[in-house]
T-cell receptor, first 112, second 119 residues
Framework: GESVGLHLPTLSVQEGDNSIINCAYSNSASDYFIWYKQESGKGPQFIIDIRSNMDKRQGQRVTVLLNKTVKHLSLQIAATQPGDSAVYFCAPITGGGNKLTFGTGTQLKVEL | ETGVTQSPTHLIKTRGQQVTLRCSSQSGHNTVSWYQQALGQGPQFIFQYYREEENGRGNFPPRFSGLQFPNYSSELNVNALELDDSALYLC??????????????????FGAGSRLTVL
């Protein structure tokens, strides 16, 4: 089965610093990986996706790195802002469709 | 675009009762999924509906059931409520042929959820 693990349940960073959120997965057959952000009182919000045949994708202030050899991916947030405070989930997708497998998530706290 | 709306936002039930949660999909989305999120955990996939038919289910018992209507709105029904059913129930809609991330992954739009407490 699919299992997703996160290395750090809580990450505290200073405003303006870079944040790195890590995620381990178990299913090597995953086709895509999506990062979602969930703010307090809201549903998860799509941030960025990466296909399994890629090792890096960049978005606005975010970069995803994928290492299939060790089944690990990371989300890097540049110049972290207070609005980035949220729980971050990585979610592998296998075989297409809408079945996302979320891990426990990492709580990102931005200190002023 | 109005996004995904869910109702009620909060509700309290007692063990053994039944509950119905409702979801209005984002305009143009034809697929809806339901997720259960226990406190401090990530969302867990319950099931998915497409064209009014269930076409995918997670590891949830049959007392969790759903409906999708012709306008793509949806209901989640839970019978014989148990204390462990206390959670945030999230609805997510999508249009698999249209809403995709830049890498091609299907993107779900989530509602804010319905917080169910079972006493």
């Amino acid at each position: 089965g699919e299992s997703v693990g996160l290395h750090l349940p809580t990450l505290s960073v200073q405003e303006g610093d870079n944040s790195i959120i890590n995620c381990a997965y178990s299913n090597s057959a995953s086709d895509y990986f999506i990062w979602y952000k969930q703010e307090s009182g809201k549903g998860p919000q799509f941030i960025i996706d990466i296909r399994s045949n890629m090792d890096k994708r960049q978005g606005q202030r975010v970069t995803v790195l994928l290492n299939k050899t060790v089944k690990h991916l990371s989300l890097q947030i540049a110049a972290t802002q207070p609005g980035d405070s949220a729980v971050y989930f990585c979610a592998p997708i296998t075989g297409g469709g809408n079945k996302l497998t979320f891990g426990t998530g990492t709580q990102l706290k931005v200190e002023l | 675009e109005t996004g995904v709306t869910q109702s009620p936002t909060h509700l309290i039930k007692t063990r053994g009762q039944q509950v119905t949660l409702r979801c209005s999909s984002q305009s143009g989305h034809n697929t809806v999924s339901w997720y259960q999120q226990a406190l401090g955990q990530g969302p867990q996939f319950i099931f998915q509906y497409y064209r009014e038919e269930e076409n995918g289910r997670g590891n949830f018992p049959p007392r969790f059931s759903g409906l999708q209507f012709p306008n793509y709105s949806s209901e989640l029904n839970v019978n014989a409520l148990e204390l462990d059913d206390s959670a945030l129930y999230l609805c997510a809609s999508s249009h698999p042929g249209r809403d995709r991330g830049a890498s091609g992954a299907n993107v779900l739009t989530f509602g804010a959820g319905s917080r169910l407490t079972v006493l």
